[in-house]
């Protein structure tokens, strides 16, 4: 069915919106923006703004699931190469512009209620695990448990630049850092040959 230019206007809109809380969010932080401020930023009506959210928190709940749904489409270019590096790359590229929301949507999308995009994300880094080379790591741990360590040392690195007041200006360093972890947890795995 071909996409009417009403429900083109309200896509453009429900963007225009989230964009503006993501930018509004990450400069002022997520406790201090008020739906009239981003309603004033995206240029709508409050009774827009209720059209599309029904609230601040159905709005984070949105932006934290498209987040994580980008990270998992842009980590798969092609059919069948999505990897666990490949969804760490892209969440440390998604991380880097905007490094407090990101974590506020990352613990958000952890605490918030039935099937997140985040728990889409770890089902897929588990059955990853079970096949990728973490063998040796399943005999003391389960999937879940090397999901955890390996996302929460992604989020670790970056609470430390926060804690050590750095700035984020090279995502390289990061995301340099994770892949050579998940390289190491990958390499423990291969049976020594001496």
């Known amino acids: 069915m071909a996409e009417t230019r009403r429900s083109r206007k309200r896509d453009n809109t429900h963007r225009a919106i989230m964009h503006s809380a993501k930018l509004l969010f990450e400069e002022n932080g997520?406790?201090?923006?008020t739906i009239e401020n981003i309603a004033e930023k995206a240029d709508v009506?409050?009774?827009?703004?209720?059209?599309?959210?029904t609230s601040v928190d159905d709005l984070l709940t949105q932006i934290a699931n498209e987040e994580i749904d980008d990270i998992l489409n842009s980590a798969s270019p092609e059919e069948g190469s999505l990897s666990i590096n490949a969804i760490f790359k892209q969440l440390n590229d998604d991380t880097y512009p905007y490094p407090y929301l990101m974590?506020?949507?990352?613990?958000?999308?952890?605490?918030?209620?039935?099937?997140?995009?985040?728990?889409k994300a770890f089902a897929f880094m588990r059955s990853e695990i079970e096949k990728d080379g973490?063998?040796?790591?399943?005999?003391?741990?389960?999937p879940s448990d090397i999901s955890a360590f390996i996302f929460g040392s992604y989020f670790g690195l970056v609470f430390q630049k926060f804690i050590d007041n750095e700035p984020f200006d090279d995502p390289n360093e990061t995301n340099d850092k994770?892949?050579?972890?998940i390289n190491y947890l990958k390499k423990q795995e291969e049976p020594n040959n001496e």
């Open 178 to 181: 994770i892949q050579r972890f």
């Open 134 to 142: 973490f063998n040796e790591l399943l005999k003391d741990f389960t």
């Open 45 to 53: 009506s409050r009774s827009t703004f209720f059209s599309h959210f």
């Open 30 to 33: 997520i406790s201090n923006v």
């Open 103 to 119: 974590s506020e949507l990352v613990t958000k999308s952890i605490l918030s209620e039935g099937n997140s995009s985040l728990a």
